[in-house]
């Protein structure tokens, strides 16, 4: 293998030139498609955040009456309690 590669001669600066072009253009090409993807992902994740603080402010607030009829003896967290867990094995499925 490093034979061919010492046989094979270097081309002359004025036919490589196009072929260094292309492949900064290749290279520049993948650089933008790799930061396309991120860019779609954290767009993504940033999205998928918002509905988790927006669910875990209405859980808040659920909780709260909760909270309030715990002083008075009574309790009602067990069933909010399996309806948040059957939300979050929605989500998962």
């Known amino acids: 293998m490093t034979t061919v590669l010492a046989a094979a001669p270097a081309l002359p600066l004025h036919t490589a030139g196009p072929y260094v072009a292309a ?3 290749v290279f520049v090409a ?3 498609i790799y930061v396309a993807i991120m860019a779609r992902r ?3 994740i940033q999205r998928e955040l918002r509905e988790l603080e927006r669910e875990l402010h209405v859980d808040e607030e659920l909780k709260a009456p909760v909270r309030q009829s715990e002083r008075h003896g009574q309790s009602e967290r067990h069933g909010q ?3 948040h867990g059957e939300r979050a094995q929605e989500r998962i499925a």
């Open 42 to 44: 954290l767009s993504r």
């Open 30 to 32: 993948v650089i933008l």
């Open 81 to 83: 309690t399996e309806r």
């Open 23 to 25: 492949a900064y253009i």
